[in-house]
């Protein structure tokens, strides 16, 4: 193979790159948020509600979690549009992503939910805590500290599923790394630089969520 | 009508057998009555359905001549504000101080000042004698100094009648001394309490009444001297033969 090197046809692009970087950490941030949000909804409704709204919940884990999620992102950016909802590139991907992020953390707090000691329970219930106050003051700081490596786990796995977003053309860090290798042809150079920057996001957003769960959740993890 | 006035509770578990049947006790203010017999034979079921943890079957509570509503969640509220209970587990919030253990019921459920309930916890905790444990966790302190952070808790509820469900069963045998101490103390500031324990020295000594419960009923109640010297039912002969023996 007679390849040589050229970085320098790419290093120009590198404040460009980075710049796709933030939206990468942006759509991993929302993606996981809503995410979050949807699980903890549904896993209280698995613990505290009534047999139909629970079949629902698992209707829906069960479908995001045995469809693809490039599958999903089509149907809601190709089909939906024939029900009257356009949808912009970015917020399909968005959404997409988060209904499928909130399956699998539906399942990852459904467990903190049942590794919660019943005990806690009896005594919020018998203080007159109502289901939401038990949730929010109870459950969640419990979830938030035993189930801490799982959920930072699924932050990392929210920041490489964004490269999806490339596809639809949003220019997010895959996005633009694809729009500087077609300017370019340097393709080796590019895509190492953007491993790079993908590995570097990633170390950093581990270090900054152990930090997180130390100072918030006195969660004993490593940093590295 | 007494203070406390529990008549035919009736309580049983889906639809099996009934766990208290017609059970019927009165209680005076500031009172202390002792729930004694053996494993099973319902004097915790009677504390967890006085806080309303559990649905009577049948059956009427009235705390100061008001009839207590089990029926609802929203009527649950009322039960609440009338009884509070310690568990034998302790059950503190692991993910919260000493200090938020005792502070956030007042403030989340009663709604009040957050300034003036963690003023009044600070006061409770150094009342059992944890003054300088508030900024401690559960899981920094001994079983002795979490069930007296319960029963902080329990107070700053501002409960008519303190519930204690066997609080001193989980503790090692050189902790039960603190938490007694912090039991006797309320007894003196005339605290009513029901207390279900095994420590019948203990009940002997700070009870005024006993009740003596075998298979969900109520079978003898009377003065602990009475009680355990004189018993009169032949279960209860039974029971304090087998527990004085040790």
Redesign the interface.
């Known amino acids: 193979m007679n390849y040589s090197l050229i970085y320098s046809q790419v290093t120009g692009h590198i404040p460009y790159l980075l710049g796709g970087a933030v939206l990468t950490l942006q759509l991993a941030m929302i993606s996981f948020l809503a995410g979050w949000a949807i699980g903890l909804l549904n896993a209280s409704i698995l613990h505290f509600g009534p047999r139909a709204a629970r079949l629902a919940v698992q209707a829906y884990v069960t479908f995001f979690i045995n469809t693809p999620l490039l599958v999903q992102i089509f149907f809601i950016f190709f089909v939906l549009p024939d029900a009257g909802i356009l949808l912009s590139p970015y917020a399909a991907v968005a959404i997409g992503m988060s209904l499928n992020a909130g399956a699998y953390l539906t399942e990852i707090q459904r467990a903190g939910f049942q590794s919660l000691?019943r005990?806690?329970l009896?005594?919020?219930?018998?203080?007159?805590?109502s289901v939401p106050?038990m949730v929010w003051?109870?459950i969640v700081?419990?979830i938030a500290?035993a189930l801490y490596p799982p959920l930072s786990n699924q932050f990392i796995i929210q920041v490489m599923t964004t490269s999806i977003a490339a596809i639809f053309a949003v220019e997010e860090l895959t996005g633009r790394a694809y729009n500087v290798n077609s300017l370019t042809f340097r393709s080796l150079e590019v895509f190492s630089i953007v491993a790079v920057i993908y590995v570097a996001l990633t170390l950093v957003c581990s270090v900054a969520l152990a930090l997180i769960g130390r100072w918030l959740?006195?969660v004993r993890a490593r940093i590295l | 009508m007494a203070f406390l006035s529990i008549q035919g509770l009736t309580v049983s578990y889906g639809g099996k057998a009934d766990v208290l049947r017609d059970v019927s006790l009165d209680v005076e203010r500031g009172e202390v009555i002792g729930l004694i017999g053996p494993s099973g034979s319902g004097k915790s079921t009677i504390l967890r359905t006085l806080v309303g943890l559990l649905k009577p079957r049948a059956g009427t509570v009235a705390v100061d001549g008001a009839k207590v509503d089990y029926g609802s969640r929203g009527s649950l509220r009322a039960a609440r504000d009338r009884f509070a209970i310690v568990f034998q587990q302790y059950n503190l919030f692991q993910n919260m101080t000493a200090l938020r253990n005792v502070a956030i019921a007042p403030t989340l459920v009663k709604k009040r000042n957050r300034a003036e309930v963690e003023r009044e916890a600070r006061d409770l905790l150094a009342r059992v004698g944890l003054a300088e444990k508030v900024d401690a966790y559960p899981d920094e302190l001994s079983g002795g100094q979490q069930q007296r952070v319960a029963i902080a808790r329990a107070l700053a509820l501002k409960p008519d009648i303190l519930l204690l469900d066997e609080v001193t069963a989980a503790l090692d045998p050189e902790l039960v001394g603190e938490v007694l101490d912090t039991i006797r103390s309320l007894q003196r500031d005339g605290m009513t309490m029901l207390i279900v324990s095994h420590e019948m020295a203990f009940i002997r000594e700070v009870a005024s009444r006993v009740a003596f419960l075998d298979q969900g009923a109520v079978v003898e109640t009377g003065p602990p001297a009475e009680m355990f010297d004189r018993p009169q039912s032949p279960r209860l002969k039974e029971f304090t033969s087998r527990i004085l023996r040790h």
């Open positions: 000691r005990e806690e009896d005594a919020a219930s018998a203080m007159g805590f106050q003051y109870v700081p419990h500290k959740f006195r």
